[in-house]
């Protein structure tokens, strides 16, 4: 075959241009996926929104760690509800003049030797709970004096502790993110050394120091961005 009749042009250049676009085309085809036939379930696909991933939404993320700390504190402490009056109870609560009385309000804030101990925000709290509770509480079948009200109040303010433990730990953003914090603050919620404080009316002086301890904590860090 001379070098003439390939030259650009010719009728054999011109053959062979076309027999190479067919082939590369062929091999084009031979490449692509096969096609699906467009029915009326595949029509709608591309238009279709993704689900919706709950656990992304901001607020589930921030709502669900305390929702899960309130519920196993009620879960381990539940049993304290039905608690009995004990020990430093009856001077402080069921057999104090200053509680029973309701003309003694002010006598807890201006006289502080007139209690056990000068804690006026305690004794406070007790005088209001004496009048919403419309007293100390019921005889229960087995012949125990219960104040659930106060147990309860002992119980919620154990639990406001530990969701304030748990929203300062992942502020701070120590190691362990935001599940470590949830676990830390689980362990003070649950931990045995707490459940006297929790489980004993006198000691609501512990439950309320520990509210406004880690409340001071959390606005301060808040306030300084840290």
Request: with cysteine.
């Amino acid at each position: 075959m001379s070098f003439l009749s390939l030259t650009r042009g010719s009728p054999l250049a011109k053959n062979l241009t076309k027999r190479d676009a067919a082939r590369r085309a062929q091999q084009a085809t031979e490449n692509l996926p096969p096609t699906v036939p467009k029915t009326a379930d595949t029509a709608q696909l591309p238009n279709t929104p993704p689900l919706p991933n709950f656990f992304a939404d901001p607020t589930v993320r921030m709502v669900l760690p305390i929702v899960g700390l309130i519920i196993l504190a009620f879960i381990c402490l539940w049993p304290s509800l039905y608690g009995v009056y004990i020990w430093d109870d009856g001077q402080w609560l069921t057999r104090n003049p200053l509680i029973t009385n309701p003309g003694e309000f002010s006598t807890i804030w201006l006289h502080p030797s007139a209690s056990p101990h000068y804690y006026p925000l305690v004794f406070t709290i007790y005088w209001i709970e004496f009048r919403l509770f419309h007293g100390l509480g019921q005889w229960s079948n087995d012949g125990l004096f219960h104040g659930v009200g106060f147990h309860v109040d002992n119980l919620l303010l154990h639990i406001g502790s530990a969701i304030l433990i748990f929203q300062i730990l992942k502020r701070l953003k120590l190691p362990g993110g935001v599940l470590g914090a949830w676990i830390s603050a689980a362990i003070f919620a649950i931990h045995p050394v707490n459940v006297e404080s929790v489980a004993w009316i006198a000691e609501r002086k512990n439950c309320l120091a520990g509210v406004f301890f880690f409340s001071s904590l959390f606005f301060g860090f808040k306030f300084f961005n840290i």
